[in-house]
């Protein structure tokens, strides 16, 4: 796949110089035929095509590179388990779970169904049990294996750019987890005179933060029992792609625009405007660079600023041009990943999209977030998602409905790190 996937990434550069040729010569003023403005069109339209091609090679690689990982730690740990006094391994916890997926609490092995609930109460198999309920099918086995959950949360991370940079820790437990911050950059040091004491002003003084748990839970998942049913069907990996998508399109919405009152902060709302557009409809050149010395040198230093904004945003940005040459001839601030895991960058600088944000240069609208993420946003995930199988309630039309759920928050924690462009009301 690596191959194929630089054998695109090498096609759409030559696609990309092209398009190019064909700018230039348009710029300094050469007739076109019908021929060459249809050429042109197609260029552009390969280069489109080209991307979306890449970022689904990239997205396939990484998830099976994780998926493949995940397997082979199942394996290997199998192996080590070989023994009959060895203990349960991750790879007996999982073919219980998908068990039980498929099956219920009920109708599936005794020493399956021991682990599941061993799981469940954090208990060692073998020690003394609670009663779970056993004869419920809605009750018990709701802690998934780290590989099911693995599956989850990187399909989440491929849905939108809201986390892509930011600082991501994870907790054990959902208790309010309180978040220091500092602001210091009003203090400067000083010249001390000889024999005199320094002072006391200019104490380092800390703020705090509450990161909390919010519950985000996909909505009922339907699966046939035809489908259970079938030992062909890898159960685990479809309910894992269909929780992760609903989980992250929720997620990625409040942890890009969230208000932070009965919701996580969004990097979006905590942020502060860094320029103003002159006008309501349009970016310049100009507007750019400023945007991006709104930020103080410090963050542009660490090598970790970057640019988000929606996909329309970057159509847009893809036809702003430097000002060498005057007249708009210089060269797209936008450019084109020529090496296999790159992002595209604008004006040299990673560019991220995340359809969350704003879509439209009109009137208002905060286009584009750029600056140090890492500094600017912090995402709390609590470790450990949860699944409920639903299996009387859809009876009727032989399905089983599947919830997942997942605790999380989010907040800004340097609002100078990430400046918006907002447009001209």
């Not at 969230?258 to 902060?265: D, F």
Request: glycine residues 10%; aromatic residues 8%.
């Amino acid at each position: 796949m690596a191959t194929a996937l630089q054998d695109l990434i090498d096609k759409r550069a030559g696609v990309w110089a092209t398009a190019q040729d064909y700018d230039k010569r348009k710029k300094a003023g050469d007739e076109f035929s019908a021929e060459d403005e249809a050429g042109w069109t197609r260029a552009l339209d390969d280069v489109d095509k080209l991307g979306t091609e890449i970022e689904n090679m990239q997205r396939s690689a990484a998830l099976d590179s994780k998926f493949s990982e995940i397997d082979e730690n199942a394996r290997r740990q199998a192996a080590d388990a070989a023994t009959p006094d060895a203990q349960p391994t991750d790879n007996d916890y999982r073919s219980a779970f998908d068990s039980y997926m498929r099956h219920g609490m009920t109708d599936i092995a005794p020493e399956q169904r021991q682990l599941l609930q061993a799981q469940f109460r954090n208990l060692a198999p073998g020690a003394e049990q609670r009663a779970l309920g056993t004869t419920s099918g809605s009750v018990g086995g709701y802690t998934v294996p780290e590989g099911f959950w693995a599956k989850v949360t990187e399909t989440m991370k491929y849905y939108g750019g809201a986390t892509v940079g930011a600082e991501e820790i994870a907790t054990t437990a959902g208790n309010p987890l309180p978040w220091p911050t500092n602001d210091d950059t009003a203090n400067v040091g000083y010249i001390l005179g000889e024999n005199t004491a320094a002072s006391n002003e200019g104490d380092i003084a800390f703020g705090q933060k509450n990161l909390g748990a919010y519950t985000f839970v996909s909505g009922p998942g339907l699966v046939s029992l035809q489908l259970l049913q079938d030992s062909g069907i890898d159960i685990e990996s479809f309910v894992a792609r269909k929780m992760g998508e609903r989980l992250g399109r929720i997620e990625n919405t409040r942890f890009t625009t969230g208000t932070g009152s009965s919701q996580p902060q969004g990097y979006v709302y905590g942020a502060s405007t860094g320029k103003t557009t002159a006008s309501a409809t349009a970016i310049t050149y100009d507007e750019i660079i400023d945007l991006e010395h709104s930020v103080d040198a410090a963050y542009r230093a660490s090598g970790r600023c970057a640019y988000k904004c929606h996909d329309l945003i970057v159509a847009y940005l893809r036809k702003i041009r430097d000002d060498a040459g005057g007249a708009g001839v210089g060269r797209p601030l936008w450019q084109p990943s020529v090496q296999a895991g790159t992002p595209d960058t604008f004006n040299g600088y990673p560019l991220v999209i995340n359809n969350d944000m704003d879509s439209a240069v009109t009137a208002t609208k905060k286009t584009i977030a750029f600056g140090d993420h890492q500094a600017h946003f912090v995402v709390r995930r609590v470790a450990g998602g949860q699944l409920m199988r639903l299996a009387e309630r859809y009876a009727e039309y032989l399905q089983v409905g599947f919830i997942a759920y997942e605790r999380a928050d989010s907040l800004v924690q340097d609002a100078s790190a990430v400046k918006l462009l907002v447009q001209h009301s």
